[in-house]
């Protein structure tokens, strides 16, 4: 999301001319001198709002791709379709915040009840959090995620023209100082978030799980609650206009009205542009300034294709980083803590392009112009997503083929001291060991015969099973001198929230009886009991479901009975990110046999997460060039009297970007999301040569000649 729209805002048209220095001799220049150098008692709280109300979105939305996925059962494309839809509302939003604040509410006003509509909708996306059936937290949730974006959009570009409107006209650079704090306010906001709200979302556990979502969408919810009491307490001091009337509202009725007349009169007098039709009942004034704008209005063509990739850091790179190795010297980065990088570098940015960078481009003479910027900007930006492509190939290479069609993969997993031969597959799977035989035709019955050697039995077995799904597994234990065969169906996947997986096949003194319910107890990172629900009763020999549990090493404690476990643990097993395990246990206290294996089906994420540096700070770069550089650019380029319809049209093309990932993701055929992000690299390389916009001339406008010449170029 951009945290920098927010610092250009609408101005006086006082703070873009050069005032000339007067002489403070008189006693009213004197009063007005010190006037401007006093600040608004105002600005404190404005900023202090502003600071808790980004802090509270950016928790909130930081770790929303996540809880889709994870507790509503959404997949990735939907999860990442929901949290553009979301972004789309939060974008296009701002149009109708200023339009009422401009001709309805006030500023004061419309923060005030945009504020409690914020405060509402977080409330019910952190009840919809709470433990209920997954349709009916979806349903809350979704609800909740449309207030919330109704909110937050609306309030987003009225807070800082509100700010703005506290100070006099010849305040210039207190205004000036005013906009950087609030610039930093907004950062400072992302930053703090990005590091609280995973540590929420994954470190505290609540209603039984290893999350605690609830709290971690509960926290923004009290947040902007207090952003309400602290915007209440300083309206005593604040200065409070009223509506003035849209300009929006003026500029779109005169398009509309000059569009119509042009239709009426095709065949009539001609004019020398179609916004002259209009002059017959609006302003020429107006007209003029609408031309100006709409000139400007050309360099936002590649915009939407920028915001499609600059929003996916919320979505799919969160998604790519839980498919990552996070583990930093025993600390585990969140997923959703990499979007941290982005403020912190825009914070370290800004100065260093303006002081370093940009003084030196101009040297060797290279980016000298503000649009030559934005195409060096894009083009960064589609060089970060090559870097994303690359990343999620070789995350691609990790994960698990499914079989050919018609086909199964069955895994043995020999838990027993007998080396095995599979006569009628001509295969030998010595003890304690594992093999994997694929492409076994499926929806076959098979008969197989188990001869064990090298052990307390020497007993045939026989094992009779049909392959119903793609991967299967056969567990093989030893148990009163007899082999145990369990055929079940299993499944080769990653969580989305990038944790392992792990299951248990165990062989055991120790006998689970009807009505017992014995666990065996993981003990580590976390504390896990997994308890053997698939076996019939009385057993000793079985296997559990997959456990989800958070990466870390852990010791393995078996049931003593069905309360309690052994004092001693009967092994120590490691588990990593996004590893699927199964952990044989062998016990026999009559043969002092007792043994722990783990295999890994899944191979953990061994790409680690901090190989997204490079292309989030290349984005961070790019976001500097492009998306500072054009809204700074095309706010000094329109006319005064349309500045604020400038803003909500950058922000209007933010939601329209996030509309364009909907529809590619939704009519896009590549199967392999690395596929996608290439896609999106040559989208924007292709799209942003198409700034064409004049810079340095006179723009020849209904036969009149507006001598414009930009003036000295500064972020």
Same mark, same amino acid.
């Given at each position: 999301?951009?945290?920098?729209?927010?610092?250009?805002?609408?101005?006086?048209?006082?703070?873009?001319?050069?005032?000339?220095?007067?002489?403070?001799?008189?006693?009213?220049?004197?009063?007005?001198?010190?006037?401007?150098?006093?600040?608004?008692?105002?600005?404190?709280?404005?900023?202090?709002?502003?600071?808790?109300?980004?802090?509270?979105?950016?928790?909130?939305?930081?770790?929303?791709?996540?809880?889709?996925?994870?507790?509503?059962?959404?997949?990735?494309?939907?999860?990442?379709?929901?949290?553009?839809?979301?972004?789309?509302?939060?974008?296009?939003?701002?149009?109708?915040?200023?339009?009422?604040?401009?001709?309805?509410?006030?500023?004061?006003?419309?923060?005030?009840?945009?504020?409690?509509? /914020?405060?509402?909708?977080?409330?019910?996306?952190?009840?919809?959090?709470?433990?209920?059936?997954?349709?009916?937290?979806?349903?809350?949730?979704?609800?909740?995620?449309?207030?919330?974006?109704?909110?937050?959009?609306?309030?987003?570009?009225?807070?800082?023209?509100?700010?703005?409107?506290?100070?006099?006209?010849?305040?210039?650079?207190?205004?000036?100082?005013?906009?950087?704090?609030?610039?930093?306010?907004?950062?400072?906001?992302?930053?703090?978030?990005?590091?609280?709200?995973?540590?929420?979302?994954?470190?505290?556990?609540?209603?039984?799980?290893?999350?605690?979502?609830?709290?971690? /969408?509960?926290?923004?919810?009290?947040?902007?609650?207090?952003?309400?009491?602290? /915007?209440?307490?300083?309206?005593?001091?604040?200065?409070?206009?009223?509506?003035?009337?849209?300009?929006?509202?003026?500029?779109?009725?005169?398009?509309?009205?000059?569009?119509?007349?042009?239709?009426?009169?095709?065949?009539?007098?001609?004019?020398?542009?179609?916004?002259?039709?209009?002059?017959?009942?609006?302003?020429?004034?107006?007209?003029?300034?609408?031309?100006?704008?709409?000139?400007?209005?050309?360099?936002?063509?590649?915009?939407? @294709?920028?915001?499609?990739?600059?929003?996916?850091?919320?979505?799919?790179?969160?998604?790519?980083?839980?498919?990552?190795?996070?583990?930093?010297?025993?600390?585990?980065?969140?997923?959703?803590?990499?979007?941290?990088?982005?403020?912190?570098?825009?914070?370290?940015?800004?100065?260093?392009?303006?002081?370093?960078?940009?003084?030196?481009?101009?040297?060797?003479?290279?980016?000298?112009?503000?649009?030559?910027?934005?195409?060096?900007?894009?083009?960064?930006?589609?060089?970060?997503?090559?870097?994303?492509?690359?990343?999620?190939?070789?995350?691609?290479?990790?994960?698990?083929?499914?079989?050919?069609?018609?086909?199964?993969?069955?895994?043995?997993?020999?838990?027993?001291?007998?080396?095995?031969?599979?006569?009628?597959?001509?295969?030998?799977?010595?003890?304690?060991?594992?093999?994997?035989?694929?492409?076994?035709?499926?929806?076959?019955?098979?008969?197989?015969?188990?001869?064990?050697?090298?052990?307390?039995?020497?007993?045939?077995?026989?094992?009779?099973?049909?392959?119903?799904?793609?991967?299967?597994?056969?567990?093989?234990?030893?148990?009163?001198?007899?082999?145990? @065969?369990?055929?079940?169906?299993?499944?080769?996947?990653?969580?989305?929230?990038?944790?392992?997986?792990?299951?248990?096949?165990?062989?055991?003194?120790?006998?689970?009886?009807?009505?017992?319910?014995?666990?065996?107890?993981?003990?580590?990172?976390?504390?896990?009991?997994?308890?053997?629900?698939?076996?019939?009763?009385?057993?000793?020999?079985?296997?559990?479901?997959?456990?989800?549990?958070?990466?870390?090493?852990?010791?393995?404690?078996?049931?003593?009975?069905?309360?309690?476990?052994?004092?001693?643990?009967?092994?120590?097993?490691?588990?990593?990110?996004?590893?699927?395990?199964?952990?044989?246990?062998?016990?026999?206290?009559?043969?002092?046999?007792?043994?722990?294996?783990?295999?890994?089906?899944?191979?953990?994420?061994?790409?680690?997460?901090?190989?997204?540096?490079?292309?989030?700070?290349?984005?961070?770069?790019?976001?500097?060039?492009?998306?500072?550089?054009?809204?700074?650019?095309?706010?000094?380029?329109?006319?005064?009297?349309?500045?604020?319809?400038?803003?909500?049209?950058?922000? /209007?093309?933010?939601?329209?970007?996030?509309?364009?990932?909907?529809?590619?993701?939704?009519?896009?055929?590549?199967?392999?999301?690395?596929?996608?992000?290439?896609?999106?690299?040559?989208?924007?390389?292709?799209?942003?040569?198409?700034?064409?916009?004049?810079?340095?001339?006179?723009?020849?406008?209904?036969?009149?000649?507006?001598?414009?010449?930009?003036?000295?170029?500064?972020?």
């Amino acid at each position: 999301m951009s945290r920098t729209l927010s610092v250009f805002k609408k101005l006086s048209p006082v703070s873009s001319k050069r005032e000339e220095k007067k002489d403070p001799s008189t006693g009213e220049e004197k009063q007005l001198a010190e006037r401007a150098t006093k600040y608004p008692r105002g600005i404190p709280y404005i900023l202090g709002t502003e600071f808790v109300e980004r802090f509270s979105f950016y928790c909130f939305q930081g770790i929303l791709t996540l809880y889709m996925t994870q507790e509503l059962n959404f997949s990735g494309y939907w999860a990442a379709s929901i949290f553009h839809t979301f972004m789309v509302l939060a974008y296009i939003s701002p149009v109708f915040g200023a339009l009422i604040a401009d001709g309805w509410l006030g500023l004061f006003r419309t923060i005030f009840y945009l504020s409690i509509l /914020f405060a509402i909708g977080n409330s019910v996306v952190a009840i919809g959090a709470t433990p209920m059936s997954v349709q009916n937290m979806t349903i809350v949730s979704l609800f909740g995620l449309f207030i919330v974006a109704l909110g937050t959009g609306g309030i987003k570009p009225c807070v800082s023209a509100f700010g703005g409107s506290q100070f006099d006209e010849n305040q210039i650079k207190e205004r000036h100082q005013f906009f950087s704090l609030f610039f930093f306010a907004i950062n400072i906001g992302s930053i703090l978030s990005t590091i609280i709200s995973p540590e929420l979302r994954a470190s505290v556990h609540c209603f039984g799980k290893d999350t605690c979502y609830p709290l971690a /969408f509960g926290a923004p919810a009290l947040l902007s609650i207090i952003v309400i009491t602290l /915007f209440i307490c300083g309206k005593s001091v604040y200065k409070i206009r009223p509506a003035e009337g849209s300009e929006f509202v003026s500029v779109f009725r005169c398009i509309f009205y000059a569009l119509a007349q042009k239709f009426r009169n095709k065949r009539k007098e001609k004019r020398n542009h179609w916004l002259e039709y209009a002059d017959d009942k609006f302003d020429r004034q107006l007209i003029f300034d609408i031309k100006s704008f709409l000139q400007v209005t050309w360099m936002y063509i590649p915009l939407p @294709i920028y915001w499609a990739l600059y929003e996916q850091q919320g979505s799919t790179w969160i998604l790519q980083s839980a498919e990552m190795d996070g583990e930093v010297g025993g600390y585990q980065i969140k997923p959703d803590q990499m979007q941290i990088i982005n403020p912190i570098f825009i914070l370290i940015f800004i100065p260093l392009f303006n002081s370093v960078i940009y003084p030196f481009l101009r040297k060797c003479g290279l980016c000298k112009m503000p649009l030559q910027r934005m195409a060096v900007g894009g083009i960064l930006v589609a060089i970060a997503f090559v870097m994303t492509g690359f990343i999620q190939l070789k995350i691609e290479q990790e994960l698990p083929e499914d079989p050919l069609k018609g086909n199964s993969e069955l895994t043995i997993i020999n838990n027993s001291p007998c080396n095995l031969h599979l006569k009628d597959m001509n295969t030998s799977v010595t003890a304690f060991t594992a093999e994997v035989l694929k492409d076994i035709p499926s929806n076959t019955e098979i008969e197989w015969e188990v001869l064990p050697s090298e052990c307390s039995t020497a007993n045939r077995t026989y094992a009779k099973f049909g392959l119903q799904a793609p991967f299967m597994s056969m567990g093989v234990a030893l148990s009163d001198d007899t082999i145990n @065969i369990l055929i079940e169906e299993d499944e080769k996947i990653k969580e989305r929230n990038g944790y392992p997986r792990v299951k248990l096949h165990f062989s055991i003194d120790y006998v689970f009886k009807e009505r017992v319910n014995a666990s065996f107890l993981f003990d580590g990172a976390g504390k896990y009991f997994v308890y053997p629900d698939k076996i019939k009763r009385p057993s000793k020999v079985g296997s559990t479901e997959y456990c989800v549990m958070k990466p870390g090493l852990y010791k393995i404690y078996i049931p003593l009975n069905g309360t309690t476990h052994k004092e001693n643990p009967i092994g120590v097993a490691e588990f990593r990110d996004g590893g699927s395990y199964v952990v044989a246990i062998h016990q026999n206290s009559a043969q002092n046999a007792s043994r722990v294996t783990v295999f890994m089906t899944v191979l953990f994420n061994s790409v680690h997460m901090l190989y997204q540096l490079p292309q989030i700070i290349l984005l961070t770069a790019g976001e500097i060039m492009f998306e500072v550089t054009g809204l700074d650019f095309s706010y000094c380029e329109s006319p005064d009297s349309l500045k604020s319809l400038v803003q909500g049209m950058w922000f /209007f093309t933010n939601g329209i970007g996030n509309a364009f990932f909907i529809i590619i993701e939704g009519i896009s055929t590549l199967e392999k999301q690395s596929h996608e992000f290439f896609m999106y690299s040559i989208i924007m390389a292709i799209t942003t040569p198409e700034i064409k916009l004049p810079t340095n001339q006179d723009h020849k406008l209904n036969g009149e000649i507006l001598s414009k010449r930009l003036p000295p170029w500064r972020l």
